[in-house]
């Protein structure tokens, strides 16, 4: 018997490592998981998913947004051991992901698929696309 979301998807990664931490419900977006993939092979280096799938409450208790892309099983924050955040966003962006949060201080970024305009925002400032 194994234990729940122990799937390997690719050889990069396991749907455990995109559930919610407080109930293990987990959503994910086939276009999110082509990307996130895409960015791991580009930049070939381990990618780490601090958030993936949030319920509610969970979104709650992180402080998320009400209409948080990663309630959808949209959005991912991930951070790359000794890789520059910004040479990330740059990669990031390159690949199609459509908001990217930059969060400097706590090394990593948010990635989503929203549709609509792309945005880059840095804390509550519009930097790019
Ligand atoms: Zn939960
Ligand atoms: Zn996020």
């Given at each position: 018997m194994g234990i729940i979301n122990d799937i390997e998807l690719t050889e990069y990664f396991s749907l455990?490592?995109?559930e919610c931490p407080c109930c293990r419900r987990v959503m994910l977006s086939p276009d999110l998981f082509a990307?996130?993939?895409h960015l791991r092979m580009v930049i070939n280096r381990p990618v780490y998913i601090n958030s993936g799938y949030r319920c509610k409450e969970e979104n709650k208790r992180v402080g998320g947004v009400s209409g948080s892309y990663h309630l959808l099983?949209?959005?991912v924050d991930i951070h790359v051991k000794d890789f520059l955040l910004f040479d990330l966003l740059l990669f990031a962006q390159g690949i199609g992901f459509n908001g990217i949060g930059f969060y400097e201080k706590k090394n990593f970024l948010h990635l989503d698929i929203?549709?609509?305009p792309k945005r880059v925002w840095k804390g509550s400032k519009l930097?790019?696309?």
């Open positions: 455990y490592e995109f990307r996130l993939n099983g949209m959005a929203r549709p609509g930097i790019g696309y």
